[in-house]
C-alpha cells in the first residue's frame, strides 16, 4: 500500500557529508511524523531524527549541531543532510513514516528498507 524509497547512502571520509533521501509513494492520504533511524553492527536501532509535518525536529545529543532533517510535504519526500561525519556515524540508516493509507484511512507505520552509511578513511 505505502513503500519508502531511500537513497544518499555510502562511503564518506571522517568529517565528510552525505545527504540521505526518503520518498514515500502509494496510497497516501496523509502523511503525520517522518523520522530517520539507523543501526549499526551488534547494536540496537536509535532514533537520529523525526519531524513534524509542520516542520518541529528532535535530536538525540549524539548527531543534534550535525544533522539536519528536513521535508517536503507536497512531495511526500524526507530529507537527512549529515555534517561533520564520525565513525561512530556507521551504521544502515533507516527512514520511518507514520502514514493515513487513502480510502480506508487506516494508521500505519512504514520502514524503509534502509541504506548504508559507512564513514571510514
Known amino acids: 500500500q505505502v513503500q519508502l524509497l531511500e537513497s544518499g547512502g555510502g562511503l564518506v571520509q571522517p568529517g565528510g557529508s552525505l545527504r540521505l533521501s526518503c520518498a514515500a509513494s502509494?496510497?497516501?492520504?496523509?502523511?503525520?511524523?517522518m523520522g530517520w533511524y539507523r543501526q549499526a553492527p551488534g547494536k540496537e536501532r536509535e532514533l537520529v531524527a523525526t519531524?513534524?509535518?509542520?516542520?518541529?525536529?528532535n535530536y538525540p545529543d549524539s548527531v543534534k549541531g550535525r544533522f539536519t532533517i528536513s521535508r517536503d510535504n507536497a512531495a511526500n519526500t524526507v530529507y537527512l543532510q549529515m555534517n561533520s561525519l564520525k565513525p561512530e556515524d556507521t551504521a544502515v540508516y533507516y527512514c520511518?513514516?507514520?502514514?493515513?493509507?487513502?480510502?480506508?484511512?487506516?494508521?500505519?507505520?512504514?520502514w524503509g528498507q534502509g541504506t548504508l552509511v559507512t564513514v571510514s578513511s
Open positions: 502509494g496510497s497516501i492520504f496523509n502523511i503525520y511524523d
Open positions: 519531524i513534524t509535518r509542520g516542520g518541529n525536529s
Open positions: 520511518n513514516s507514520r502514514v493515513i493509507v487513502a480510502g480506508t484511512f487506516n494508521y500505519l507505520e512504514v
